[in-house]
């Protein structure tokens, strides 16, 4: 195994659970991983993370995320509406019980 300095024991942790993670949404709900990416990202940036003591996206913007109510394509702004926004709500749920899981 050649040595790499900018990677530890953490990282590779968590790249194998974020690994683990996206197998089983992906099993859970069917279809593409790359459309379950942008949930799984919002979900692990969102959760407590007993390392630094708080969530990633706290520890980078120095406050917590209120809420996902819209979903931005490039170049595009929308509002959802109240079913898609509980759907997400729901896999969001699911993502982070398989994040305690993985």
Known sequence: MTFH??????????????EDLLRSCVLEFGGNWEDLLP???????????????????EALYGRKCCTLICWDEVGEMKLLEPETVQLTI?????????MDEA
């Open 5 to 18: 300095p900018q990677t530890d024991g953490q990282s590779e942790m968590t790249i194998q659970t974020l």
């Open 90 to 98: 729901d896999k969001v749920r699911v993502i982070r019980k398989r």
């Open 39 to 57: 949930l799984m990202e919002f979900t692990y940036n969102n959760s407590h993370q007993a390392t630094i003591g708080m969530a990633p996206y």
